[in-house]
């Protein structure tokens, strides 16, 4: 039987901070040692359940720990001991930089709101929840930055109610929302692409793009790959065994960008879609509190974009209820049409 107790005698109510410096490694590694030794071999389904769920909480705890040693060496380095953040967090080489870096930007944003590093410590938030607000704070203005700041309570309710990916859509609605209120939505986005031969001699490339860009290209992609994937399943060669079907991973993607560019893609030729999703409140009276203007993949827009869009665009009117259920997509098309995509899109 495995286990480790830690007494502490007239502890009542909440528990009382132990001192580090007194076994807290100790502790650690003890902590660490049971944990190892722990058989799973004989649980069912719901104890391994609750088996995932504890590591969890261990874990974020364990994220926080870490949270508030990269911060204490950073007061250290302030006062000339120590070698900072990244030098403490590092060690002896047991994680790599890039880890390091972002131990290190989990900890900036935590000290900016210092109520995400109790509330990582304690499990009700994880670190992708915190993950995501180091970006936000990473890329914000320092306008941006104070009004996101200002808001720490309330990111941190949503934080402790939301799924990490839910979290981050509703931060990036929350950002669209200040640059709308700071004046700076308007600052156009680069869209920038590179490329280059890596040494095993294969072709790379990478490239961000504004948010109206990425939708057309994912759109384009989209209708190709598509089609590729008819053309395949419904070709005697396949059925004939004569081929293979195309892949659907990251090589169908692959096949469709070239087939595009060289000129050989099998989809109908169209100018590509660009879906977005805006509430009317904000298409006719401005942003507000509430505010959804963003891609049918989630990435936020300017206002002023979705206005621009609407000049020359095919509007659909999607009608949600109480609970954000699409109840009215219209009555054109009686199977699941591109308007019933778009209102599972807004949701």
């Known amino acids: 039987m495995c286990g480790v107790a830690v007494e ?59 949270v508030r040693a990269a911060q204490r060496a950073d007061e250290l380095a302030a006062s000339g001991a120590g070698p900072g953040i990244e030098g403490t967090l590092s060690g002896a080489g047991e994680v790599s930089a890039s880890a390091v870096r972002a131990e290190a930007a989990r900890a900036g944003a935590a000290a900016a709101l210092p109520s ?28 941006e930055r104070a009004e996101l700041v200002s808001r720490a309570d309330a990111l941190l309710d949503a934080a402790r109610r939301l799924s990490v990916d839910s979290f981050g859509r509703h931060l990036s609605r929350a950002v669209q929302q200040i640059k709308e209120r700071v004046g700076t939505s308007g600052e156009p986005v680069r869209s920038e692409l590179r490329l280059w031969q890596g040494r095993n001699g294969v072709g790379r490339l990478a490239g961000s793009f504004s948010p109206e860009d990425f939708e057309r290209i994912s759109s384009r992609l989209a209708a190709e790959m598509a089609a590729l994937c008819r053309d395949s399943d419904g070709s005697a060669e396949v059925a004939d065994g004569a081929s293979e079907p195309v892949p659907l991973d990251e090589r169908l993607t692959a096949r469709a960008l070239v087939d595009l560019v060289s000129g050989q893609g099998v989809s109908s030729v169209g100018r590509p879609s660009l879906t977005l999703v805006v509430d009317a409140a904000t298409l006719l009276d401005g942003p507000h509190e509430g505010t959804v203007c963003e891609t049918g993949g989630g990435l936020p827009v300017p206002v002023e974009t979705a206005r621009r869009c609407a000049c020359d665009t095919v509007i659909r009117k999607v009608v949600l209820d109480e609970r954000r259920v699409p109840v009215d997509v219209g009555r054109r098309f009686r199977t699941a049409t591109d308007a019933q995509w778009a209102a599972l899109r807004s949701m």
């Open 116 to 143: 995400f590093t109790a509330a990582l410590s304690s499990g009700s938030i994880g670190t992708g929840h915190l993950d995501a607000v180091a970006r936000a704070l990473g890329q914000a203005t320092e306008a």
């Open 8 to 66: 502490a005698e007239g502890r009542t109510g909440e528990a009382e901070p132990i001192d580090a410096s007194w076994g807290g490694p100790g502790l650690l590694r003890a902590i660490a040692g049971e944990i190892g030794l722990l058989d799973l071999s004989g649980l069912d389904p719901g104890a391994l359940h609750e088996i995932v769920a504890a590591s969890r909480l261990v874990e974020r705890s364990v994220a926080g720990l870490l």
